[in-house]
């Protein structure tokens, strides 16, 4: 039994992590589609290529929110 609690909580840890990396992947898109909508100039397209520009503060906000 403790075995299958075990295994319980990991999917659970599984479920979670997914869950962020979900919530930060929408994040990213729709920061992408302002960003090309506000800024057609080439200097702000390779702007937007480089690894996030997203502030941590704004991915701890975003992960503690529940997918609908």
């Given at each position: 039994?403790?075995?299958l609690?075990?295994?319980?909580?990991?999917k659970?840890?599984?479920?979670?992590?997914l869950?962020?990396?979900?919530?930060?992947?929408?994040?990213?898109?729709?920061?992408?589609?302002?960003?090309?909508?506000?800024?057609?100039?080439k200097?702000?397209?390779?702007?937007?290529?480089?690894p996030?520009?997203?502030?941590?503060?704004?991915?701890?906000q975003g992960?503690?929110?529940?997918?609908k």
């Amino acid at each position: 039994n403790k075995e299958l609690q075990w295994k319980l909580n990991e999917k659970e840890q599984q479920l979670q992590e997914l869950k962020k990396t979900n919530q930060e992947l929408i994040r990213d898109r729709e920061l992408l589609k302002t960003q090309l909508v506000s800024v057609p100039t080439k200097e702000a397209r390779s702007t937007m290529t480089s690894p996030r520009t997203i502030s941590p503060t704004c991915l701890e906000q975003g992960s503690g929110m529940s997918l609908k």
